[in-house]
Nanobody, 117 residues
Framework: QVQLVESGGGSVQAGGSLTLSCAASGSTVSLSVINWHRQAPGKERELVAGVTRSGVTTYADSAKGRFTISINNAKNTAYLQMSSLNPEDTAVYSC???????????WGQGTQVTVSS
């Protein structure tokens, strides 16, 4: 089992920045990838960015150039640095993780990000 705890959400003005953290605990030795997702009210959840243990990253088009995902393997923590935020970025941001050769996807509880104009 893997437990994920997100932190760092909050309210920010348009153009501002926030950094989210996703701390993993439990059976983390075989963690292979951590992803960040978001879900705005009335919209489907979307994948924002992902990072592997080796540091390979992927981004949604909406995140490219503004968001940076990184991982600290020693702390089993992934970070999502968000800049140039706009009201369309308002959502609940959640992280998920998968382990090597295991089908389960683990989820955190989510953290609210609100961007005001």
């Amino acid at each position: 089992q893997v437990q994920l705890v997100e932190s760092g959400g909050g309210s920010v003005q348009a153009g501002g920045s926030l950094t989210l953290s996703c701390a993993a605990s439990g059976s983390t030795v075989s963690l292979s990838v951590i992803n960040w997702h978001r879900q705005a009210p009335g919209k489907e959840r979307e994948l924002v960015a992902g990072v592997t243990r080796s540091g390979v990253t992927t981004y949604a088009d909406s995140a490219k150039g503004r968001f940076t995902i990184s991982i600290n393997n020693a702390k089993n923590t992934a970070y999502l640095q968000m800049s140039s935020l706009n009201p369309e970025d308002t959502a609940v941001y959640s992280c998920s993780a998968k382990r090597l050769f295991r089908p389960e996807t683990y989820w955190g509880q989510g953290t609210q990000v609100t961007v005001s104009s």
